[in-house]
């Protein structure tokens, strides 16, 4: 019973998206009475919208995949020297880090704004993960630096007894270990920039280039008279739809990430 | 002792090896000398410096002073790749997400070993080790005598010129241990080369080493056979590390007397002392049976309680233990030291 609770607790929203948008403008603002039909009528608005509503989800895809790159190119060097280097020096740059994490990020934005325009960087898809790896990586480098630390070291002074460098150590010992770590941490950097609004509301302004939030946005606030329900509800689902698919691929490596140094194995 | 080591031999040669971490002297001045095909024991308890020289040999932690040779050649500062060094960890170190062939090709690849080698290197130490059944197994999937083998493969084909080992056994059960070290005994000697094992263990050392160093809090405590080690050990510590049941320390009035276990007699009470032999009367306080052999605990007023290798009826019952003269160690009270020969006179 308690499960169940919790099960409707959790997937209830979700629910009542999809149901609302299957369901005629007409019933949802209850113009309608009486039993109401379904209809795809919302989800045909928005495919077939001025651009079509797929290309916010692959500009978001693209940010979300660059910036996942980026983001972890930079964190995992970084996570691998703090995990080794002596502890009093990792404890206080990991605190530095930490400190980072914790920023506010909505008082970077006017100077980020500043930033983007000296260099150029508006409307540019790509230039939006240097932002985004930027907010990520504090985060990024304290979760892989922990489970870089739950390795056992023994392993890879085995690997520096093969003779194996240090690239080689990353690529054949520790990466490999690392992988439940490294997918969750990338899947959680993926859906900040997924869902990330600010930034990406002042740094796009070309339509062709927006990313799923501001394009929802522009959704919900296209008329001042009607509130468009379905279509938002529509673009919700779409918009969730790969995130949910990325996790169910994902599951297992994730699941075995989150819990890593929780027991000692 | 001058500073030119006097054999310049093929073997492992230490000098004046020392490790300090800040305040903490870790390892003081070791010098010592394996030559090729002996297996040398580091032999001690946790925390006396014996993986801290199997560290410093293999490269995984800086000297802070003194000279490592190995076939010759200063390896002090080379890097661990290039001092021809394998070592087998206490916790073997297989990688757990490669399968037992590739455990073992994979260090061989990145050195550029060509392929047609590695195919024949790796089924040769398959089937040395009897590994064949198990080649496609991950690590996990093997028992703990498994993956020592799959270790010990592991060093095998980087064709050291030099082998470490830092405890192998201490992760396997009691019974496999035994029965591990003959076979141990024999690949360590098959391949020619210096072999330094480290254990705490001295039946372990005792079995499987040609000699034992013995350390204590960093400092070399004495280096010979275990037979050298258990007869004439040089002072208290060693005398009392190895042996089991420990040995029996009295205080007389002016040292200490080590008396092994096994050298002691049980008489009847009050038997008259024969000439060159020694004697104390206590109590038949406790007995162990163990098969093969008895231990009695026998309680004497003013000396505690010797442990005596023999069986003596009842508990309870006063009883004689005595001992040839011969057989006593002396040691200096303070020190511990044992005293020479020449100075054995009452």
Not at chain 2, 141 to 153: D, E, K, Y
Not at chain 2, 277 to 291: N, Q, T
């Amino acid at each position: 019973m308690a499960r169940l609770a919790l099960l409707v607790w959790s997937l209830g929203p979700m629910l009542w998206q999809l149901y609302t948008s299957l369901r005629p403008t007409e019933a949802l603002t209850g113009e309608l009475h009486g039993a109401a039909s379904w209809t795809l009528s919302h989800y045909q608005q928005l495919l077939q919208g001025d651009p079509p509503f797929l290309l916010y989800l692959f500009n978001s895809a693209v940010v979300g995949a660059t910036s996942t790159a980026l983001t972890l190119a930079l964190a995992v060097p970084c996570a691998y020297g703090l995990s080794r280097i002596g502890r009093t020096a990792s404890r206080g740059l990991s605190l530095l880090v930490a400190a980072a994490a914790a920023f506010p990020a909505v008082l970077l934005f006017l100077a980020m704004l500043e930033v983007a325009r000296d260099w150029h960087l508006a409307n540019n898809l790509l230039a939006l993960s240097l932002p985004y790896a930027g907010l990520c990586l504090p985060l990024a480098i304290l979760l892989l630096q922990a489970s870089f630390r739950d390795l056992p070291l023994e392993l890879e002074e085995a690997a520096v007894m093969e003779g194996m460098g240090l690239w080689q150590r990353l690529r054949w010992v520790l990466l490999p270990l690392m992988a439940p770590a490294i997918a969750s941490a990338s899947l959680l950097i993926f859906i900040f920039c997924w869902n990330e609004y600010p930034i990406a509301l002042t740094w796009l302004s070309r339509s062709d280039l927006l990313t799923l939030a501001p394009a929802m946005a522009r959704i919900a606030g296209s008329s001042v008279y009607t509130i468009p329900y379905g279509a938002f509800a529509a673009a919700t689902v779409l918009g969730s739809t790969p995130l949910i698919l990325l996790m169910l691929v994902f599951q297992r490596q994730i699941i075995s990430g989150l819990t890593q140094g929780a027991i000692k194995g | 002792m001058t500073t030119t080591l006097t054999t310049k031999g093929a073997g492992l040669e230490l000098h004046r090896l020392s490790r300090r971490v800040q305040q903490q002297t870790l390892l003081d001045q070791l010098t010592l000398e394996v030559p090729p095909g002996e297996i040398l024991a580091l032999l001690g308890p946790s925390g006396c410096g014996k993986s801290t020289t199997l560290r410093l040999i293999a490269g995984l932690d800086p000297a802070s002073s003194g000279e490592i040779r190995l076939g010759g050649a200063v390896i002090t500062h080379l890097p661990p790749a290039q001092r021809q060094v394998a070592m087998v960890f206490q916790s073997y170190a297989l990688f757990p997400h490669l399968s037992v062939e590739r455990n073992l090709s994979l260090g061989m690849e990145l050195r550029g070993v060509p392929k047609s080698e590695i195919a024949r290197d790796l089924d040769q130490v398959l089937a040395l080790l009897q590994l064949e059944e198990l080649r496609t197994r991950r690590p996990a999937a093997l028992s703990g005598g498994q993956r020592q083998r799959v270790a010990l493969a592991r060093a095998l084909l980087r064709k050291p010129a030099l082998f470490l080992l830092d405890e192998p056994m201490s992760n396997l059960d009691a019974q496999l241990r035994e029965d591990l070290r003959g076979e141990l005994r024999t690949l360590l000697r098959s391949t020619g080369v210096p072999v330094v094992y480290v254990t705490h263990d001295q039946h372990e050392a005792m079995g499987l080493a040609d000699r034992i160093a013995v350390l204590r809090e960093g400092q070399l405590q004495q280096i010979g056979t275990a037979e050298e080690l258990y007869n004439t050990p040089t002072n208290r510590f060693v005398a009392s590390f190895l042996g089991n049941p420990t040995i029996n320390l009295i205080d007389t009035a002016e040292l200490q007397l080590g008396l092994r276990p096994e050298r002691l007699e049980l008489a009847p009470a009050e038997t008259p002392i024969a000439r060159g032999w020694s004697a104390l009367e206590g109590r038949l306080s406790h007995r162990e049976w163990l098969g093969d052999r008895v231990i009695s605990h026998v309680h004497c007023p003013s000396h505690g309680t010797l442990k005596v290798i023999g069986d003596a009826g009842p508990i309870a019952d006063a009883v004689q233990v005595r001992w040839r003269q011969d057989a006593e160690l002396r040691f200096e009270r303070e020190s511990g030291v044992l005293l020479p020969l020449t100075t054995r006179s009452q």
